[in-house]
């Protein structure tokens, strides 16, 4: 796949790039990415001290002259109604949106699904409705308007034994967003009745990974609806070094980012929609789908 040609750069500082959860890990690394190869960038996070405190961090590399901050929960409708506004006010238009912010509260090995409701609310929800807030926003130019959500292979369909669910989702010319919300309540009714380990939920942190099930599934929904304008593409970015994984992985959050960097900013004559890509350290990046 010719994602890093480095003939291929055609991106500017007019090109503005909005990064969720941006204040450590992921997305924090992928802000420095774009900071490094000269867009403009948007670092936000929910705690707005947190996001300050990644600003210094930028700013003692160097790397904080075309980065701005804003807080942003997205799963908070005033802080992304406050966002909008901000963005408004400053950009008026943008061209790339990563959504990497998510939660999981599981650590290696735990199951639990005490906060199934937060995971599915922020992963999901909150992704998809910061997303359709932003859309209007979008420069809409051919071969460049890019969304990238940061996804997990956690939630590839072929984790879900469920062959009702799996019917539904795996129908990805007439999936629809009521379906994939129908999928989650019903997902959420059997946490609540206590029978989701039973019904062929995937069985790895599995609110997390209906969440990014889910999130995938929303991507194709949306690849389809804006085929032309929008790309829309997920990406996993592997097992990596953050505080979601306690700091194991094998690799970094840079190097994570790199390949991230390197799927948004594809050439515009090679650029991909609906696609999942994952990150392979033997063998680059694969896409599928
Ligand atoms: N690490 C891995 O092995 C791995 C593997 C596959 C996929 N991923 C995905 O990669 C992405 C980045 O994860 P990471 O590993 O970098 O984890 P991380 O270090 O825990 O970072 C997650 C970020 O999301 C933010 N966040 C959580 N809820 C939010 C909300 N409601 N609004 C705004 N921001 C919110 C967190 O903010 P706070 O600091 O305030 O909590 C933090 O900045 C996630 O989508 C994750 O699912 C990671």
């Given amino acids: 796949m010719p994602i ?14 909005i990064v969720t959860g941006a204040n450590k890990g992921i997305g924090y690394a992928l802000v420095k990415r774009f900071a490094k190869l000269g867009l403009t ?30 807080q942003l929960d ?18 008026e238009l943008f061209d790339i949106l990563v959504n990497n912010a998510a939660v999981c509260f599981n650590t290696m090995g735990q199951n639990s699904i005490d906060h199934a409701d937060t995971v599915i609310n922020t992963n ?20 460049i308007t890019r969304i990238l959500n ?15 669910m799996k019917t539904i989702l795996g129908n990805i010319e007439r999936l629809s967003e009521d379906q994939i919300e129908m999928v989650l309540h019903v997902f ?35 690849a389809r609806k804006y085929k032309d304008m929008v ?10 070094q953050t505080s979601m994984t306690n700091g194991k992985g094998n690799h970094s959050a840079d190097d994570a980012a790199e390949m991230a960097a390197a799927i948004t ?13 994952t990150a392979s350290t033997t063998s680059g990046l694969i896409s599928k789908l």
Wanted: glycine content about 4%; overall charge positive.
């Fill in 231 to 240: 790309s829309v593409n997920c990406f996993c970015p592997g097992f990596t």
């Fill in 150 to 164: 940061i996804s997990s292979r956690l939630g590839t369909l072929d984790k879900l034994k469920n062959t009702e």
């Fill in 265 to 277: 900013l594809l050439p515009p004559h090679h650029l991909t929609t609906g696609k999942f890509y």
């Fill in 188 to 222: 959420l009714q059997d946490v609540a009745e206590d029978r989701w380990k039973k019904v062929g939920w995937p069985e790895i942190w599995t609110d997390y990974s209906v969440s990014k099930l889910a999130l995938n599934a929303y991507s194709q929904v949306l």
């Fill in 41 to 70: 960038v948007v670092l936000t996070a929910r705690d707005r001290s947190k996001g300050l405190d990644a600003m210094d961090s930028l700013k003692v590399l160097g790397l904080d002259h075309n980065v701005y901050f804003c």
């Fill in 4 to 17: 890093s040609d480095p003939t291929a750069k055609w991106w500017s500082e007019d090109t503005v790039a």
């Fill in 74 to 91: 997205i799963s908070d409708r005033a802080s992304i109604s406050s966002f909008v506004s901000w963005f408004r006010a400053r950009f």
């Fill in 124 to 143: 999901y929800y909150g992704s998809k409705q910061f997303t359709e807030a932003m859309l209007p926003l979008f420069r809409r130019s051919a071969f």
